[in-house]
DNA sequence: TACATTTGTGTCATAAATACGCAAACTAAT
DNA sequence: ATTAGTTTGCGTATTTATGACACAAATGTA
């Protein structure tokens, strides 16, 4: 009654970073071994025994790229019998956030490098990861519209500026500034510094904001909904 | 390099029907072999080796309760180590949708029974099956807000008061019916029939929609948002 | 000191959400 | 048949949210 069964279970990890120059990037890592050795895939690999399926991808981002994650939720699993040379492997992929300016990326044995890449420039990808990407891009871009997830992506203090340029960047469409600064106060969500931006590369410098998580909670349990 | 593992798959499954007189319910099955043997549980069962996830779950329900589903996406990833006493087994869980007057339930040999349960009155449930259905409730709550999947729940042909009481049961609130059927005409996406209702219980005889999934995913592609 | 640049605040027109009024079409009771 | 009760279909008024844009304030630079 109980069928012997031969698949094989592993996680992957879809990071976003963001910097304000750029666009939103992804962290992959250049495979060492086979199958697919030498070309870029997402950090990830096989479920331990004992281990929750959280643990195993902490684990295998610390382990591949060094990276200490700021945001994780889970994505969607994969599980397309020929999605995988050597047999049969279910993935269960995670969806991540992390700023990229609070470390730097090590590529450590299991990897020859690891390296951001921005969403719109990625190099072709092992496995099924140029899917499991697009999910979670998807995901990312569906998801910042009602959740504030954007603030993991920046530092601790931040002008509002650089939240509305983040979220230009990741819905892809221009965003009037004063409308978008009207309604983030709106909301009650931002805790106001009596700090200024440093040096601006030009014009008057900013207030600084951080984002008040227990405040959010408070209001979403009020039944306050969030969304830009 | 390749750690050997002992963790096994599994799908589960939590389907949703509606019945106007009733509220929203969910379909179990009462187990036949241990763990938790007797017990209600949602059906489910190992993955085969060479099945996709999705044909794992429509296979288990076309033998544990004769359903025929109507709806389906993959819910969430369930993968505690102490989960399931017989070892480490994750559990793939889905999300489906059907109108229960469409057929009769039948428990088949893998099943005891297979019952219809009020989400407001569950029973206990085996493993940690009532996390499952709570993760799918309020996947359901958030989802119907912003894609037209209560027609799944409905018949063919159906009055909009009946799609407003399926709304106000789900999102547990009181709807203006005016305004409702004002919104759901602007949307374009219901198609109107030249039949009405035939023996209302009292008042007039409404007219009769269907849903028209064609001009939806119209709408959908010009950018034209459904929310309710 | 003038100029370019970016922030902070405000106004106004328009669209959307909400609250509610009332006649039309039916059933059931008298 | 008439009347009362119920539910549908269509309407309007009011409030709220959204989107477009004007302009002063605070900075760096020529």
Known sequence: MEPK?????????????YT??????????KRTIPPFMHRWALPGGFVLDGETLEEAVTRELQTEAGV?????????????????????????????????????L??????????????????????DHA???????????TKIRYEPIGFELLDQKFPISDLEKLYET????????????????????LMGHNEKQKHPSAG????????NEEQYFKLKQEGIIFEI
Chains 1, 2 share one sequence.
């Not at 994969?78 to 279910?90: A, K, L, Y």
């Open 204 to 211: 008057r410098p900013a207030k600084l904001y951080s984002f």
């Open 68 to 104: 200490h994650i700021n945001y994780l939720e889970q994505l969607y699993t994969f599980g397309r019998p020929e999605r995988d040379p050597r047999g049969r492997v279910v993935s269960v992929a995670y969806f991540g956030l992390v700023n990229p300016t609070n470390f730097k």
């Open 106 to 127: 090590a590529a450590s044995s299991d990897a020859e490098d690891a390296r951001w890449f921005d969403i719109k420039k990625l190099p072709d990808l092992a496995f």
């Open 20 to 29: 304000a120059k750029e666009s939103i990037s992804v962290l992959l890592i």
């Open 170 to 189: 990741v819905l892809d469409r221009p965003i009037d500034r004063r409308n978008f600064q009207k309604k983030m106060n709106h909301f009650g969500i």
């Open 5 to 17: 069964q031969n698949i094989r279970l592993c996680v992957d990890a879809v990071v976003f970073g």
């Open 131 to 141: 899917e499991v990407v697009e999910t979670a891009v998807k995901r990312l871009r």
